[in-house]
Nanobody
Framework: VQLQAFGGGLVQAGGSLSLSCAAS????????MGWFRQAPGKEREFVAA????????SYADSVKGRFTISAEYGKSTVYLRMNSLRPEDTAVYYC???????????????????WGQGTQVTVSS
């Protein structure tokens, strides 16, 4: 399985950006897709994820109410709409997917099996 992310860029604080990530290969085992981010000098952190079955979602507290995750599993594609962006949202954003079973949507990176290459999001103040 390969993941490719699109849509990063430079935006002013308060602006919006949309990211997308498409998976290719054997994708019928996908159970959830999500986004993580890593800012310079910081550890990778969970942003949002969406379950394939039922489409339930999970968000980091820092992005709740500002970011929206969605997916078209028929296209093996996950999206992240980011509104009201802040300078602290600046990071490399990575998409990921998991084929594992879970009760709650995983928020730890180790729970995800495949990762995209990352796309830079820069928010200027």
């Amino acid at each position: 399985v390969q993941l490719q992310a699109f849509g990063g860029g430079l935006v002013q604080a308060g602006g919006s950006l949309s990211l997308s990530c498409a998976a290719s290969g054997t994708t019928n085992s996908i159970k959830a897709m999500g986004w993580f981010r890593q800012a310079p000098g910081k550890e990778r952190e969970f942003v949002a994820a969406i379950r394939r079955s039922g489409s339930s979602t999970s968000y980091a507290d820092s992005v709740k109410g500002r970011f929206t995750i969605s997916a078209e599993y028929g296209k093996s594609t996950v999206y992240l709409r980011m509104n009201s962006l802040r300078p602290e949202d600046t990071a490399v954003y990575y998409c990921a997917l998991t084929a594992g079973s879970f009760l709650r949507i995983p928020t730890l990176g180790v729970s995800y099996d495949y990762w995209g290459q990352g796309t830079q999001v820069t928010v200027s103040s």
